[in-house]
């Protein structure tokens, strides 16, 4: 099955700044690849998505990049303000299959004033 | 439009006890999803149901939890006997099907169940 793994777990940064956090999964047929925002006690909202026949994709401040053949795909927040603090998720998933997410550990951002 | 709506959003048992918990996705999607999610994890998929019938269930520990989709909509999700490593948010989450390459999907989470096992 496929394994998502996701780096830093914790990322502070000064606002204003940007932040990147990086995922990598294994399964090469995996082909959607969305990213999730959670705030403490609240559900994963969905941010910004990307599909295996695009390799960047922007929304504002948000951008997702995807390799394909390293197997890797980033979330940037640029101009990060302090709303931008949550707990972010990236999955993978195959379309062609159940379209099942997997997803990764989480990586916990905090934007500091 | 309205969201989808789980309950309850928190419960306490003891081991060994029993516990449900109840889902209603968004009017209209065919695919559900029970998920749990561990604190400081993510959410891991425990079943997945295609209208009312079980697409991915690979996950779900059988000999404990028990979930159906009756008539395609509502769902729940049953753990007995409750174990301690049971603790967690179990997430519903809910989505259109589309097929193949003609469009992407957007899984919609509800609000959660926390569940406290002592």
């Known amino acids: 099955g496929e394994n998502v793994e996701q780096h830093p777990s914790t990322l502070s940064v000064q606002e204003g700044d940007s932040a990147v956090i990086k995922c990598t999964y294994s399964?090469?047929?995996?082909?959607?690849f969305p990213w999730y925002k959670q705030e403490l006690g609240k559900r994963p909202q969905l941010i910004i998505d990307?599909?295996?026949?695009?390799g960047e994709k922007k929304d504002q401040r948000i951008a997702v990049t995807l390799n394909k053949t390293a197997k890797h795909f980033s979330l940037h927040i640029t101009e990060t303000q302090p709303e931008d603090s949550a707990v972010y998720f990236c999955?993978?998933?195959?379309?062609?299959?159940?379209?099942?997410?997997?997803f990764g550990t989480g990586t916990r951002l905090t934007i500091i004033p | 439009e309205a969201g989808v709506a789980q309950s309850p959003r928190y419960k306490i048992i003891e081991k060994r006890q029993s516990v449900a918990f109840w889902c209603n996705p968004i009017?209209?999607?065919?695919?559900l999803y029970w998920y749990q999610q561990i604190l400081g994890q993510g959410p891991k998929l425990l079943i997945q149901?295609?209208?009312?019938?079980?697409?991915?269930d690979s996950q779900l520990p059988k000999d404990r939890f028990s979930a159906e989709r009756l008539k395609g909509v509502d769902s729940t999700l049953k753990i007995q006997p409750a174990k301690l490593e049971d603790s967690a948010v179990y997430l519903c989450?809910?989505?259109?099907?589309?097929?193949?390459?003609?469009?992407?999907?957007?899984?919609?989470f509800g609000p959660g169940t926390r569940l406290t096992v002592t």
């Open positions: 989450a809910s989505s259109l099907y589309r097929s193949g390459r003609t469009g992407g999907y957007e899984q919609y």
């Open positions: 399964d090469s047929a995996s082909n959607y």
């Open positions: 990307i599909r295996s026949n695009v």
């Open positions: 999955a993978a998933s195959n379309d062609f299959g159940n379209e099942k997410l997997t």
């Open positions: 009017s209209g999607h065919a695919t």
């Open positions: 149901f295609q209208n009312n019938g079980v697409v991915d």
